[in-house]
């Protein structure tokens, strides 16, 4: 599904966006939705790096490094 939406942006965004459209697709929605992939995986890394060191912080990963020491984990 897709939705159709007005949005306001500054001169110097448009000319961005333009840019990317003629770099990549040739059009304005393919660039934005490009813009919007990119922002989630750069979200989906920063939340992954997140849990990773709460993981780290919680004392869990010493159980793993215990457990990689049987040789299943290379």
Request: aromatic share 6%.
């Amino acid at each position: 599904m897709t939705t159709k939406l007005s949005v306001s942006l500054s001169e110097s965004d448009l000319e961005y966006i333009d840019e990317l459209a003629r770099a990549r697709s040739g059009n304005r929605s393919a660039a934005i939705h490009d813009l919007v992939r990119i922002a989630r995986e750069r979200a989906a890394v920063s939340d992954y790096a997140m849990a990773n060191g709460e993981w780290i912080d919680s004392g869990e990963s010493r159980a793993w490094e215990a457990a990689q020491a049987d040789g299943l984990g290379a």
